[in-house]
T-cell receptor, first 114, second 112 residues
């Protein structure tokens, strides 16, 4: 068990560019979550998947954001036409359906939009 | 809507001294309550949880927390801190079966 991994760990981009992040969950976990953490704040829920189905999306997830988990394993989070306000740490977590609350977090991808 | 408040942004404590971090929640019923720790460069790690029953719960790394319904609080404590306890601590609630709602966090600095 290598834990949850995220790639890249850091991303610097210019406003208007598209970026994509990858999350590899713990292999036996069927749930995968994305959170966003801005400076001085706690993580905020964005979306989650059970297997390949995206079951819930926060209103924080504007139409510029899209997440996929095509085969129920790794997930990608894409941000189109990035804005400076998108600068944040993007956290991925995974869990089993039960107990759902035992979410294991990855180290995060820090996005800086210039 | 459920919310979590952590009144202390930053706490400094001497090594070996006791630590208490405050957490207040707002929710119609008793939610699931959690404390997480985030060390630099590390992912969030679950310290302990409360669902029901005994209001004093024990967690990892020598931490404990007490649920007080009358005060809507779930404070985290440790009797004697170690330098390795320097980190950011988040209280969270889980009002449903998928989403964690976190407070803004408390940064703990440990001085020698």
């Amino acid at each position: 068990d290598t834990g949850v991994s995220q790639d890249p760990r850091h991303k610097i981009t210019k406003r208007g560019q598209n970026v994509t992040f990858r999350c590899d969950p713990i292999s036996e976990h069927n749930r995968l979550y994305w959170y966003r953490q801005t400076l001085g704040q706690g993580p905020e829920f964005l979306t989650y998947f059970q297997n390949e189905a995206q079951l819930e999306k926060s209103r924080l997830l504007s139409d510029r954001f899209s997440a996929e988990r095509p085969k129920g394993s790794f997930s990608t989070l894409e941000i189109q036409r990035t804005e400076q306000g998108d600068s944040a740490m993007y956290l991925c977590a995974s869990s089993q359906s039960t107990p759902w609350w035992e979410q294991f977090f990855g180290p995060g991808t820090r996005l800086t939009v210039l | 809507a459920q919310s979590v408040t952590q009144p202390d942004i930053h706490i400094t404590v001497s090594e070996g001294a006791s630590l208490e971090l405050r957490c207040n929640y707002s929710y119609g019923a008793t939610p699931y309550l959690f404390w997480y720790v985030q060390s630099p460069g590390q992912g969030l790690q679950l310290l302990l949880k409360y669902f029901s029953g005994d209001t004093l719960v024990q967690g990892i790394k020598g931490f404990e927390a007490e649920f007080k319904r009358s005060q809507s609080s779930f404070n985290l404590r440790k009797p004697s801190v170690h330098w390795s306890d320097a980190a950011e601590y988040f209280c969270a609630v889980g009002p449903n079966d998928y989403k964690l709602s976190f407070g803004a966090g408390t940064t703990v600095t440990v001085r020698a």
